[in-house]
């Protein structure tokens, strides 16, 4: 068992118990003085610290809107409001893809709702965390290879020049990081990225994990590309264009990490969407 961390005295916790740990943190559920629950996420030392750090100026940012509150901060250590029990997976397990679409759908626009503040300073442009896929296509463009990165690279570079608008995203929005609790559906994990609300409606397109059967259906995507389109009031292509440029880019990332088996899925599924993209 690993040994609880000593939380700050103001924040007045007690009776911490380990529920998850990851790469880049480890999650307490603990008892605030009410009674109530809350977590702490007391992130570990790692190369991405700076993802973790700006989502919790994106949360103190949404006060609550769709999302978890930030109760307290200390160093590397925050205290956020517990989210519930229920995830959006279970939703799908239980109703269907469609009923947990359209509760994303719902999320999503709870998210975007506009805030009281200004915009955080701290979020990470969308165009900087696209770095990664315009490495790999210049690469691949240099060799002569004409990769699915290449074209999905020109796709992000339209989309980055053109926004349909600029909002706080989540930046990793899927069915494991909305819950349901006693306010309703939240989200949880964001990572603090500023761009257009197409990005965060991309990932979803390749979630769940481990139901490859939805992520390459095409009606599937065709009928998540209409929710979304619906809710962002943008357009069916433009938020498939979003989820292959997402897609490529989430490629990239695991190139980098030379793990082939989740590089190739990630590239099949934008192949996927990009064939339906191609029909409408």
């Known amino acids: 068992m690993t040994d609880a961390p000593a939380f700050p005295a103001r924040w007045k916790v007690s009776a911490p118990e380990l529920m998850a740990e990851t790469f880049s943190s480890r999650i307490w559920k603990v008892r605030r003085e009410d009674g109530s629950p809350a977590v702490v996420k007391a992130l570990k030392p790692f190369d991405d610290v700076a993802d973790e750090l700006r989502g919790e100026h994106f949360l103190a940012w949404r006060r609550g809107e769709g999302a978890v509150r930030l109760l307290g901060r200390d ?134 994990l481990e139901r490859d059967d939805l992520c390459l259906d095409p009606r599937r995507i065709a009928q998540m590309a209409e929710v979304f389109a619906d809710t962002l009031g943008q357009s069916p292509v433009a938020i498939l264009d979003h989820a292959i440029a997402y897609g490529c880019l989430s490629a990239a990332w695991h190139h980098e990490d030379d793990n082939a088996v989740e590089e190739n899925r990630e590239l099949s599924i934008a192949e996927a969407i990009r064939a339906v993209r191609a029909n409408i």
């Open 75 to 208: 160093g590397h250590s925050m205290l956020l409001e517990y989210a519930g029990d229920t995830l959006l997976s279970d939703v799908l397990d239980r109703q269907g893809d469609n009923a947990a679409t359209a509760i994303a759908a719902e999320v999503m626009a709870k998210l975007f709702s506009p805030g009281k503040d200004p915009f955080p300073p701290e979020l990470q442009p969308l165009r900087e965390r696209f770095a990664s896929l315009f490495r790999k296509a210049a690469t691949d463009h240099a060799t002569g290879h004409d990769s699915l990165y290449v074209e999905a690279a020109a796709i992000a570079e339209r989309l980055l020049s053109n926004p349909h608008d600029i909002r706080p995203l989540h930046g990793d929005l899927h069915h494991e990081n909305i819950l349901h609790g006693p306010r309703g559906w939240l989200v949880i994990d964001p990572k603090g990225v500023l761009g257009d609300p197409g990005f965060d409606a991309a990932n979803m397109f390749y979630n769940p």
